[in-house]
């Protein structure tokens, strides 16, 4: 199965990222966490990443691009993965299909996540994140076991650097110039199917799955 998850910052893609992966057993592929994860150990690439992630914008497209080419030759994603945030833009969309191209591979679904502007700004500032798994929960809506500690793996919650709101407003609209477009342009390739984001998550996740088996 290889899916690509699209939607807006808040939208879920990450959350039903990982339940996708516990089903099907396959990699969820994510940008954002890859780009984070550089960040933290301080590499070239992560340094020169911050900025932009901090500020709201999007990391410039061969950075990301290559990122993703390297990921996608890696022997866990023979099966399949779940693109998580990529592509992001139409020309990180075209580079996408000249890598899968080059691998034989084809995407079986682009699945769109719905959900409200003022919803996603109360999933993300609620929102709280394993300092050691990156796993995602919410202070109402996916409250953790303990407060404070993850479920996987009892790391600290923290909350993400680019969750204040004024950053969040930032990655909305820059979802809206940059990323919506991809909806339409996966429609056109037909494989888009749109998923309402704003049930609930276990729910989302159903409609995910019916919407796999439709196709
Ligand atoms: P990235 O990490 O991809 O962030 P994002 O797209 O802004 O999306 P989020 O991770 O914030 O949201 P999500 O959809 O995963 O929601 P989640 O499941 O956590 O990117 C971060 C930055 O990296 C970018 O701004 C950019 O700078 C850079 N970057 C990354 N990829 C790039 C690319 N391809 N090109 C260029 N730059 C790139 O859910 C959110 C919250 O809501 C959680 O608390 C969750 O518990 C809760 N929740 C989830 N589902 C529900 C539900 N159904 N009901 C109620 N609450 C819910
Ligand atoms: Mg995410
Ligand atoms: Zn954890």
């Known amino acids: 199965m290889k899916l690509i998850l699209l939607g807006p910052p808040g939208a879920g893609k990450g959350t039903q990222a990982k339940m996708l992966t516990e089903r099907f ?7 954002g966490d890859i780009l984070r994860a550089a960040v933290k150990e301080g590499t070239p690439m992560g340094v020169k ?3 932009f992630m901090d500020a709201g ?9 290559g990122i993703v080419h390297e990921r996608l030759q890696k022997d866990d994603c023979v099966k399949g993965f ?6 992001r833009t139409v020309p990180q969309a075209d580079a ?16 769109s996540l719905e959900v409200d502007t003022e919803a996603l700004i109360g999933r993300l500032t609620g929102r709280r994140t394993c300092r050691e798994c990156g796993r995602g929960f919410h202070v109402t809506f996916d409250v ?4 404070g500690k993850c479920d996987s793996c009892a790391g600290e919650l923290v909350q993400r650097d680019d969750d204040q709101e004024e950053t969040i407003r930032k990655r909305l609209e820059v979802y809206g110039q940059q990323t919506m477009p991809l ?3 996966y429609r056109g390739e037909g494989l888009l199917a749109t998923v309402d984001g704003m049930l609930d998550i276990d729910v989302v996740q159903a409609e995910i799955l019916s919407a796999l088996r439709a196709s």
């Open 25 to 31: 057993d396959i990699p969820q592929v994510s940008t």
């Open 49 to 51: 990443a911050k900025s």
């Open 57 to 65: 914008g999007l990391v410039p497209d061969e950075v990301v691009v």
């Open 82 to 87: 779940i693109l998580d945030g990529f592509p």
């Open 96 to 111: 996408l299909k000249q890598t899968l191209a080059a691998l034989d591979k084809n995407l079986d679904k682009v699945l």
């Open 144 to 147: 953790p076991e303990v407060e």
């Open 183 to 185: 909806v339409d342009y």
